[in-house]
């Protein structure tokens, strides 16, 4: 069926460190992808998003890769920090339906 | 307001009984988003109203479960006969200003049905 799923549910990095996390999707037509970090006992907190017409895109200190052709999509990090540690959700929709359909999510882990 | 707020942060309920989650969304914005999110699992959509009205109620598991916004702001999810299954954390969101598909979520009503 349908769906977006997570390659990881843990992933461990230094403090400092680059981190990728990784997110696959199953549906060719959806259209539209969102990050979201959650930390313990709060709501997703909006990262960053992309559309499908686009293959990256950069914020402050993240960057959002999406790959069509493998239906792969990627967080990337830059310089780890320990409020960095949460679970990252992916999230996707497609055709205009304003549902975000989500991944189970990774559980991010920063050593210091 | 600043964000979304829900009320309560937390509800623990008897198997069968009727509860009530409210949502204030984001001041001035039409769009509102239910979700619920399972232990362990990614939020799932329950229901998205356009103003007042429900525009897709196709997430909402079963006729237990209902949604209004009777003004087109403050949203209540209400749940009949409780199950033990219900209990999740329930979200609400507010859709962003610069792409209609970009939700900012509330914290969260974590619901326990004992």
């Known amino acids: 069926g349908e769906s977006v799923g997570l390659h990881l549910p843990t992933l461990s990095v230094q403090e400092g460190d680059n981190s990728i996390i990784n997110c696959a999707y199953s549906?060719?037509?959806?259209?539209?992808f969102i990050w979201y970090k959650q930390e313990s006992g709060k709501g997703p907190q909006f990262i960053i998003d992309?559309?499908?017409?686009?293959d990256k895109r950069q914020g402050q200190r993240v960057t959002v890769l999406l790959n069509k052709t493998v239906k792969h999509l990627s967080l990337q990090i830059a310089a780890t920090q320990p409020g960095d540690s949460a679970v990252y959700f992916c999230?996707?929709?497609?055709?205009?339906?304003?549902?975000?359909?989500f991944g189970s999510g990774t559980r991010l882990q920063v050593q210091p | 307001g600043a964000g979304v707020s829900q009320t309560p942060s937390n509800k623990v309920t008897e198997k069968g009984k009727y509860v009530e989650l409210r949502c204030d969304p984001i001041?001035?914005?039409?769009?509102l988003y239910w979700y619920r999110q399972s232990l362990g699992q990614g939020p799932e959509f329950l229901i998205y109203?356009?103003?007042?009205?429900?525009?897709?109620d196709s997430g909402l598991p079963n006729d237990r479960f209902f949604a209004v916004r009777p003004e087109g702001s403050v949203s209540t999810l209400k749940i009949q006969r409780t199950e033990r299954g219900d209990s999740a954390v329930y979200l609400c969101a507010s859709p962003g200003l610069r792409e209609p598909y970009e939700q900012y979520f509330g914290p969260g009503t974590r619901l326990t049905v004992t």
């Open positions: 999230a996707e929709t497609r055709g205009g339906r304003r549902a975000l359909t």
């Open positions: 992309i559309r499908s017409n686009m």
């Open positions: 001041s001035g914005h039409t769009a």
């Open positions: 109203f356009q103003g007042t009205g429900a525009a897709d």
């Open positions: 549906n060719s037509a959806s259209d539209y």
